[in-house]
């Protein structure tokens, strides 16, 4: 079964960088048939694509983060990582990671997610 | 980015009855790339209907999914009480991907 946890820290200062990572176990970081993306969800815009990244490291952001966002992947710790940076109020959400296939279903596993809170 | 607007916002239904979801796009979207998800409290989405009218792994048969272009429906046909929940429907044919804002199934 395909697993993922999200974990980093709950607290981020404004103007600080968002850190999260995203450890997969059950599957393999490294297919070529998936994505590794990430959504966060706030009471206020409801769910919203981040972005995404396959194995060899190609990228896809969400235009209206794009300038603020880095995602990265290390297959050796079957890891995704996530950077926010110059975070705001506005980047206070539930932040989730998902497989995201090539083919057939868009988003088939989903880690149960991490609450940050930007807050000085 | 294409807009996804659900209806109605809250839909009070009983335990039995059949439940119909909306959800309107603002420019045409491939069937291939639209899906639904539940989501209880507490809980990360789950993957209900993909590819329009698709089931996801072990999601029972009374939820269906329809539609084309700017038009897409989800129908439970019969409420379980685990059912009551919220849904979202998504667009995944052109970047970004966008999610709906949500119908709410409450128990009336």
């Known amino acids: 079964q395909v697993q993922l946890q999200e974990s980093g820290p709950g607290l981020v200062k404004p103007s600080e960088t968002l850190s999260l990572t995203c450890t997969v176990s059950g599957a393999s970081i490294s297919s070529r048939d998936d994505y590794w993306g990430w959504i966060r969800q706030t009471p206020g815009k409801g769910l919203e694509w981040i972005g995404s990244i396959d194995y060899s490291g190609t990228a896809f952001y969400n235009p209206s983060l794009k300038n603020r966002l880095t995602i990265s992947i290390d297959p050796s710790k079957s890891q995704v990582s996530l950077k926010v940076h110059s975070v705001t109020a506005a980047d206070t959400a539930m932040y989730y990671c998902?497989?995201?296939?090539?083919?057939?279903?868009?988003?088939?596993?989903w880690g149960h997610g991490t609450r940050v809170t930007v807050s000085s | 980015e294409v807009v996804l607007t659900q209806s109605p916002g809250t839909l009070s239904l009983s335990p039995g009855e059949r439940a119909t979801l909306s959800c309107r796009a603002s420019q045409s979207v491939r069937s291939t790339s639209f899906a639904w998800y539940q989501q209880k409290a507490g809980q990360p989405p789950r993957l209900l209907i993909y590819?329009?009218?698709t089931r996801a792994t072990g999601i029972p048969d009374r939820f269906s999914g329809s539609g084309s272009e700017t038009d897409f429906t989800l129908t439970i046909s019969r409420l379980e009480p685990e059912d009551f929940a919220v849904y979202y429907c998504q667009q995944y044919d052109s970047s970004p991907r966008t999610f709906g804002q949500g119908t709410k199934v409450e128990i009336k």
């Open positions: 590819e329009t009218s």
């Open positions: 998902s497989r995201q296939p090539n083919y057939g279903p868009p988003h088939d596993f």
